[in-house]
């Protein structure tokens, strides 16, 4: 499967994501590892990893896909974005392949069964410029019996989008905010393309959680807020949970104070105001649990990102019956 097509002389097309880059011979798009090699686009990071790690599957985050679960992790240097507040950017924001060992995608299969997990995530960077690679993990992983999960700020083509059904199990997409000036300035991306992706995994099938994460100062305003919850109620469903995550300083972002409980909270008002089922406060020392939107039995719970305590009765509520919205294990 090829994502690119040629463009006029010298030039060619990348489909990965909504940029649509179009490169010239020797160069790469704007995530700096797709090149034109002159017949071909070539993903420069195929097989070099930048960071592999054993997280539980909290961590993405997704609380209502195979909790208690732990996920083989990955992700390259570069993205198709540049987040100034970005807590990856080490990897993110930088071109530099360490070509020291290559990780084919049998190697990394075969790493996350001998870890005991039971997905593999694309995650850290944007993977959405490493597909090409994630597509042939994912293909092998699934012949394991492994799922595999995509954490991404949702600025997929909508070819890579209509490609992963079947492939692709879940996703965290981040919906970093409602202005649409604010993601073209301030993230390099496009609003209404993300807003659009989200419809569009969601239609494919593809079990997806939504992130925003609260900075203060730039998209922590009770109206944008509203917006948000708004769109995930009346365009996604109320059974797509909201992950509402608190602001670090990081990056160039050292002078912005974290977010405050009082905002988070404020914004987990909303969300319930719009009628989301499930809403979660994360990053923070103030983990909220997963409750049965019918009777209010609290199902999961969680310490930071971590699984700790699961009261379902394989996908139902073992209170009231009620099922509860995500994919887990028939006990």
């Given at each position: 499967?090829?994502?690119?097509?040629?463009?006029?002389?010298?030039k060619?097309v990348c489909?990965?994501?909504?940029h649509?880059?179009k490169?010239?011979?020797?160069?790469t798009?704007?995530?700096?590892?797709?090149q034109?090699?002159?017949?071909?686009?070539?993903c420069?990071?195929?097989?070099y990893?930048?960071?592999?790690?054993?997280?539980?599957?909290?961590?993405?985050p997704?609380?209502?896909f195979?909790?208690?679960?732990?996920?083989?992790s990955l992700?390259?240097?570069?993205?198709?974005?540049?987040?100034?507040?970005?807590?990856?950017?080490?990897?993110?924001?930088t071109h530099?392949?360490?070509?020291s060992?290559?990780?084919?995608?049998?190697?990394i299969?075969?790493?996350?069964?001998?870890?005991?997990?039971?997905?593999i995530?694309?995650?850290?960077?944007?993977?959405t410029?490493?597909y090409?690679?994630a597509?042939?993990?994912?293909?092998?992983?699934?012949?394991?019996?492994l799922k595999?999960?995509f954490v991404?700020n949702?600025?997929?083509?909508?070819e890579?989008?209509?490609?992963?059904?079947?492939i692709?199990d879940?996703?965290?997409?981040?919906?970093?905010?409602?202005?649409?000036k604010?993601?073209k300035?301030n993230?390099?991306g496009?609003l209404?393309?993300?807003?659009?992706?989200?419809?569009?995994?969601?239609?494919?099938?593809?079990?997806?959680?939504?992130?925003?994460?609260?900075?203060?100062?730039q998209?922590?305003?009770?109206e944008?807020?509203?917006?948000?919850a708004?769109?995930?109620?009346?365009?996604?469903?109320?059974?797509?949970?909201?992950?509402?995550t608190?602001?670090?300083?990081d990056?160039?972002?050292q002078?912005l104070?974290?977010t405050?409980?009082?905002?988070?909270?404020?914004?987990?008002?909303?969300g319930?105001k719009?009628?989301l089922?499930?809403v979660?406060?994360?990053?923070?020392?103030y983990?909220?649990p997963?409750?049965?939107?019918?009777?209010d039995?609290?199902?999961i719970?969680?310490?930071?990102?971590?699984?700790t305590?699961?009261?379902?009765?394989?996908?139902?509520?073992?209170?009231?019956?009620?099922?509860i919205a995500?994919?887990f294990?028939?006990?």
């Amino acid at each position: 499967m090829n994502f690119y097509k040629p463009y006029k002389e010298t030039k060619m097309v990348c489909t990965l994501c909504q940029h649509y880059c179009k490169i010239k011979e020797g160069s790469t798009g704007i995530c700096g590892v797709n090149q034109n090699v002159g017949d071909k686009i070539e993903c420069l990071v195929y097989g070099y990893p930048s960071a592999l790690n054993i997280d539980p599957i909290e961590k993405k985050p997704l609380y209502h896909f195979q909790p208690g679960s732990k996920s083989f992790s990955l992700g390259t240097v570069g993205c198709n974005f540049h987040c100034s507040f970005c807590q990856n950017w080490t990897i993110s924001q930088t071109h530099d392949i360490d070509k020291s060992r290559y990780f084919s995608p049998e190697m990394i299969v075969q790493l996350a069964i001998d870890n005991g997990c039971k997905s593999i995530a694309y995650t850290y960077n944007e993977p959405t410029i490493f597909y090409p690679y994630a597509r042939d993990i994912a293909l092998l992983a699934q012949k394991s019996g492994l799922k595999n999960v995509f954490v991404s700020n949702g600025f997929e083509s909508s070819e890579v989008i209509d490609d992963m059904k079947g492939i692709i199990d879940a996703a965290n997409i981040d919906l970093k905010s409602f202005d649409p000036k604010y993601y073209k300035k301030n993230l390099g991306g496009n609003l209404d393309k993300v807003l659009e992706n989200l419809k569009h995994f969601v239609r494919n099938g593809i079990w997806v959680e939504v992130t925003t994460l609260i900075v203060p100062t730039q998209n922590d305003g009770e109206e944008e807020l509203d917006k948000i919850a708004s769109f995930i109620a009346d365009e996604l469903g109320i059974d797509v949970p909201w992950h509402i995550t608190a602001f670090h300083p990081d990056y160039k972002e050292q002078e912005l104070p974290s977010t405050s409980i009082d905002t988070l909270k404020m914004a987990y008002d909303i969300g319930k105001k719009h009628g989301l089922n499930y809403v979660y406060i994360g990053n923070v020392d103030y983990e909220t649990p997963t409750r049965c939107p019918s009777c209010d039995e609290v199902l999961i719970e969680r310490d930071y990102f971590r699984h700790t305590t699961n009261h379902l009765n394989g996908s139902k509520c073992h209170k009231c019956g009620s099922t509860i919205a995500g994919v887990f294990d028939e006990k």
